[in-house]
């Protein structure tokens, strides 16, 4: 099958650090390279990929200070995309609204990956286009009246991550993600300061959320009990998730998916979150961690959270969130979608000789 990953612009695929719609695309498009497909993907130039790869900007948005308005990037990539358009059988869009538009005035089908969330502005836009083929990475996701093909649940690749049997001792308890008040980095040092624990916390500042990090996050941090490591690569990730006791996953909104949560019980630490979006379709409450209603009832459920089951929670991930389980659903979509769009085509070809034979013979 030929197919077309377009990818966001604004890290490189996959994401040398902080990332998690970039890295699902990697580990999508080079599993299905290896399944035998043709894949093209449309990436910020600086992306590797065994794929043929279709460089939308130099290199990722956020990386590159020349950029000034990096929209421009974003509406010309997707444009490039679908005037090559009849070069494939189906298009996979995970660049939300910037493709809705183009993907209905060409033949070849789309599927649109939904990696954020519905807004009070965006939700206009996805409505006018509900009958396009949407894939929700979960189904708490699944708030508006569109045409839903499938949901496929986010997967990692399980290989890359070691398995931790004990914590580090002394003992921690981890944060790791964007420092934005959606993802709760406050209410992570709060959970620690109430439960008495050391809390080690990574992740990317943006921008947009320095003011936030300077006022809620940088004076609680005393190198002791609360500590900031940065930006981690992928190994760097690895060890400190499986070193931690428990991962806090304290977020204040409906995430589709969080990958963390699946990156930290791979590893076999067991996570504690709010019971907000995707949470309680990744986490086995009580086998892999808990599902919490309040933060502070997520302090309160430390100690039994140290009594789970490291090994169950690798288990659990590698039965349910892995690159192959999710590549799989994928392939299912893309033959559904492809097999319908020939169908429709072989009727109407058939149609129309029917009609072209009915109108000679009239004559």
């Known amino acids: 099958m030929k197919i077309a990953q377009i990818a966001p612009l604004w890290e490189k695929v996959p994401p040398t650090t902080y990332g998690g719609t970039e890295l699902v695309v990697s580990l999508l498009t080079e599993e299905l390279v290896r399944r035998g497909h043709d894949v093209t993907l449309f990436a910020s130039g600086d992306s590797q990929t065994i794929a043929r790869l279709e460089a939308g900007s130099p290199c990722a948005l956020r990386l590159d200070p020349s950029i000034k308005e990096p929209v421009v990037y974003e509406l010309m990539q997707p444009s490039h995309a679908y005037q090559r358009a009849a070069e494939f059988d189906i298009i996979h869009s995970h660049v939300g609204i910037w493709s809705l538009a183009l993907a ?8 649109h990956t ?3 969330t519905f807004t009070r502005d965006n939700n206009k836009v996805f409505r006018q286009h509900h009958t396009q083929q949407y894939v929700s990475i979960s189904e708490s996701q699944r708030l508006l009246n569109i045409n839903y093909a499938a949901t496929v649940y986010n997967g990692i690749d399980v290989n890359k991550f070691p398995f931790f049997a004990e914590p580090q001792d002394p003992p921690y308890l981890a944060f790791l993600g964007r ?3 959606e993802k709760g980095p406050q209410h992570a040092i709060a959970i620690a300061k109430q439960a008495g624990w050391r809390l080690k916390m990574a992740g990317k500042v943006d921008v947009v959320d320095k003011k936030f990090f300077e006022e809620e996050i940088a004076p609680h941090i005393d190198g002791k009990q609360i500590e900031f490591l940065g930006e981690m690569n992928h190994t760097q990730k690895a060890e400190f998730l499986g070193n931690a006791a428990i991962t806090l996953f304290p977020i204040t909104w409906s995430e589709p ?3 963390v949560m699946t990156e930290s019980m791979v590893t076999g630490t067991p996570v504690i979150a709010m019971n907000m979006g995707s949470v309680s379709e990744v986490i086995a409450n009580g086998q892999t961690g808990y599902v919490c209603q309040s ?4 302090a309160t459920m430390i100690p039994k959270a140290l009594k789970l089951n490291r090994q169950k929670c690798r288990e659990h991930v590698e039965t349910r969130f892995s690159v192959t389980q999710m590549v799989d659903g994928y392939e299912a979509v893309y033959e559904k979608i492809v097999g319908e769009r020939n169908f429709r085509n072989k ?14 013979f009239t004559r």
């Open 104 to 111: 209905s005035m060409v033949s070849t089908p789309t599927v």
């Open 114 to 116: 939904l990696h954020g």
């Open 179 to 181: 420092f934005s008040p």
């Open 257 to 259: 998916f969080g990958l």
């Open 295 to 298: 933060y502070e009832e997520m």
């Open 347 to 360: 009727f109407n070809s058939a149609l129309r000789n029917s009609l072209e034979s009915i109108t000679s």
